[in-house]
């Protein structure tokens, strides 16, 4: 069974920066698209950032220029690097992957548990 774990989130104070992980266990076979996603208390969730098997990355207006999405060494990792952070950056941040069969064309579609990111004024 696919897993996603997040871990690097907490509290800092506006300008500072965090740096969230994600880890893929379970799988054979690598991811094709992985993302961030985020969720603010009332609002809905929002795509962050994304980054393909190929290291194509794309970025939400909102963060682009201060947030960095990256894929580690490891399979099925991603990372994203988040510089001078604000409070409207507050979220609980979900890590997404996806992988297409080749051979039946069924997209699979994964997500972690969510990391909080709190940032004070």
């Known amino acids: 069974q696919v897993q996603l774990v997040e871990s690097g989130g907490g509290l800092v104070q506006a300008g500072g920066s965090l740096r969230l992980s994600c880890v893929g266990t379970?799988?054979?076979?690598?991811?094709?698209?992985m993302a961030w996603y985020r969720q603010a208390p009332g609002k809905q969730r929002e795509w962050v950032a994304v980054?393909?098997?190929?290291?194509?990355?794309n970025y939400a207006d909102s963060v682009r220029g201060r947030f960095t999405i990256s894929r580690g060494n490891a399979k099925n990792t991603v990372t994203l690097q988040m510089n001078s952070l604000k409070p409207e950056d507050t979220a609980v941040y979900y890590c997404?992957?996806?992988?297409?069969?080749?051979?039946?064309?069924?997209?699979?579609?994964?997500w972690g548990q969510g990391t909080q990111v709190t940032v004070s004024s």
């Open positions: 980054i393909s098997s190929g290291g194509s990355t």
């Open positions: 379970g799988s054979i076979f690598s991811f094709d698209n």
């Open positions: 997404n992957a996806k992988r297409t069969s080749g051979a039946t064309g069924r997209t699979y579609d994964h």
